[in-house]
């Protein structure tokens, strides 16, 4: 204990240099110990996120592009592509797919996506319902935990979605208010983050975009719907005596009278049929019918991984159709190379740091010890033996070593803390601070040693100092 508290005063004795040795050890450790919290933490969101699916099927454009908006959601998607061409993988009984989910992309409530989609997403990350129940009709939606405690939404909590992906009031849709009818459980995947409805009420919400659609009623009086051309017609009575509507004949026919109130009315021009108490059909046979509509793209998992033909269709998909199949593990692997770049780069630095952090520590020691050449052959002689002098030494660099030890972890966390706080606010994901990554021990053990190793050569100097010259020197 005397010897630890003789050490403390030595390298407290020059304050200066002491902050120079703990600011360069602690950036150093403190960067490494930010890059492993952060690898581990992207690695495990990612594969976590895999969600079993094997490809994904959209429009043309970059593979990781896709991947990353239909998987991920931190990126715009690549493009819409039709009900007809996206058929083939969203037929049920196909002799490959075991399933396949449709999603619909292109809005955001508070920054948190809007998904068209059906029920059978939920069993890709396996999600349960926690209160509610699931999406049936019109506008209703299942929002993710994360989101239900972050905006505070409940059971029958109302909204309007915002078009494209970033929280912008001047976005909003004037109509089609979303109503919350379910809150899944936490999964810690990205399905926490998302706010789940019919792919029926995307569409319906932007093929309406140009209209005024009040809750109340709805005026169209002189409004061009779709390219269909009603000026000069007398909506205000709903009168559409005499008028040919998309080869329909309404001739005798009195529309007056009827409530639109809640869309209940029927857009056969669009091949939706919204019935009077807004409620959708879900089936995927449904969903078929639509071959004009869009969707974004779909997330496909075979039956047989090792199956040949399975294996081989996203090629044939890339090859032989406007489609785009992208394998989601492939891509992944991908991008962790392209991160690797800036990663080791990063790991580079921090370790040329930790170099000039024990050269410091090494010449702070080596001056002192020559400043107290004759304090230490006095402790000689006052009976300190030879190794009494080398562990004083080695504990200097010890203490050294120790404190930018904590001040490094402590750095990086605060650092995670800051980073994951900006992250979540960009791109809803949430990064822990404080979780721990596995090689703690080792990152320890490498600090101790940097100090140790800077700390040898002063403590034999030390350990075989010639006392009789010292002292004559004085």
């Known amino acids: 204990m005397h ?37 581990n933490q992207l690695k495990n969101k990612f594969e976590q996120n895999l969600a079993g699916v094997d490809m994904v099927v959209g429009a043309k454009g970059s593979p990781l592009q896709l991947i990353l908006s239909s998987m991920y959601h931190i990126d715009a998607p690549t493009g819409n592509i039709s009900i007809k061409e996206a058929t083939p993988f969203l037929r049920e009984g196909h002799p490959l797919i075991e399933t396949s989910v449709p999603l619909s992309l292109g809005d955001n409530h508070k920054g948190y996506r809007i998904i068209g989609t059906d029920h059978s997403i939920l069993e890709l990350y396996k999600a349960h319902i926690a209160e509610g129940q699931l999406w049936k009709n019109l506008y209703e939606v299942t929002i993710g935990s994360e989101i239900a405690s972050t905006l505070d939404l409940k059971l029958g909590s109302t909204f309007k979605s915002s078009h494209g992906f970033h929280d912008d009031e001047d976005m909003q849709h004037d109509h089609g208010s979303l109503t919350v009818v379910g809150i899944l459980q936490p999964t ?56 040919d509507h998309e080869g329909h004949d309404h001739e005798g026919h009195d529309h007056e009278g009827h409530d639109h109130s809640g869309h209940a009315h029927d857009d056969e021009h669009h091949g939706h049929n919204h019935n009077t108490d807004h409620r959708n059909d879900l089936s995927r046979s449904h969903l078929l019918t639509h071959e004009e509509e869009d969707i974004t793209s779909i997330l496909v998992k075979f039956k047989s991984k090792k199956n040949f033909q399975a294996l081989q269709m996203p090629r044939n998909i890339n090859e032989n159709t406007d489609l785009q199949a992208a394998s989601p593990a492939y891509e992944i692997n991908r991008l962790y190379d392209m991160m690797g770049i800036g990663t080791k780069a990063l790991q580079l630095i921090a370790l040329l740091i930790a170099a000039v952090s024990a050269i410091s520590i090494f010449v702070s020691l080596l001056n002192s010890l020559k400043k107290r050449k004759y ?22 660099g010890l203490i050294l070593a120790l404190i930018g030890f904590i001040l490094g972890m402590l750095l990086s966390h605060v650092g995670m803390m800051s980073l994951g706080g900006s992250l979540q606010e960009k791109y809803n994901y949430q990064f822990s601070a404080w979780t721990t990554h596995g090689k703690e021990v080792v990152l ?25 010259r010292n002292l004559s020197e004085g």
Request: hydrophobic share 45%; net charge negative.
């Open 375 to 396: 304090e230490l052959s006095l402790m000689r002689v006052m009976g300190g033996r030879p190794s009494k002098l080398l562990l004083l030494i080695l504990f200097e």
């Open 188 to 243: 810690g995947s990205v399905i926490d983050q998302l706010i789940l409805v019919s792919t029926e009420s995307v569409w319906a919400v932007h093929n309406h975009d140009e209209h005024d659609h009040s809750e109340e009623g709805h005026d169209h009086e002189g409004h061009d719907h779709e390219g269909h051309d009603h000026e000069g017609h007398d909506h205000e009575g709903h009168d559409h005596e005499g008028h």
């Open 3 to 39: 010897l630890l508290k003789l050490a403390w005063r030595n390298i407290t004795h020059e304050p200066l240099t002491l902050l120079l040795n703990l600011i360069l050890l602690t950036l150093s450790i403190g960067l490494i110990n930010f890059i492993l919290m952060m690898n």
């Open 444 to 468: 320890f053990c490498a600090a101790i040693g940097l100090g140790l190793l800077a700390s040898l050569l002063p403590a034999l100097m030390a350990y075989k100092m010639d006392i009789h």
